[in-house]
């Protein structure tokens, strides 16, 4: 059983920067894609952000985010990071960690696990 939790959310100011956690545990994941993505009150399907592959650390990034935010992984530790910086107010949002096999996604739907969420906060 895939389990995923994250961490690292909270609250900053517009410009700053925080650091996204996934502890990854239950399964072998040389096979898996591990995306982030968010998703604000009122929007039905949550927002690709980034994904990368846990064998090849390929990486993908929505193009909102994409000189800003990076993810990476710490294989020995099954750990998955997104870093985030310059953020701005609309990055607002829950993050969610979750994990695919085999191929690259970025839609929700295509994933099959997920974790509960952190919720990031950027004021202006």
């Known amino acids: 059983q895939v389990q995923l939790a994250e961490s690292g959310g909270g609250l900053v100011q517009a410009g700053g920067s925080l650091r996204l956690s996934c502890a990854a545990s239950g399964r072998t994941f040389s096979s898996y894609f591990m995306g982030w993505f968010r998703q604000t009150p009122g929007k039905e399907e949550r927002e690709f952000v980034a994904?990368?592959?846990?064998?090849?650390?390929?990486?993908y990034y929505a193009d909102s985010v994409k000189g800003r935010f990076t993810i990476s992984r710490d294989s020995a530790k099954n750990m998955v990071y997104l870093q985030m910086n310059s953020l701005k107010p609309e990055d607002t949002a829950g993050y969610y960690c979750?994990?695919?096999?085999?191929?690259?996604?970025?839609?929700?739907?295509?994933?099959?696990?997920w974790g509960q969420g952190t919720q990031v906060t950027v004021s202006s």
């Open positions: 994904a990368i592959s846990w064998a090849y650390g390929s990486t």
């Open positions: 979750a994990a695919r096999r085999y191929s690259a996604a970025t839609r929700a739907p295509q994933y099959d696990y």
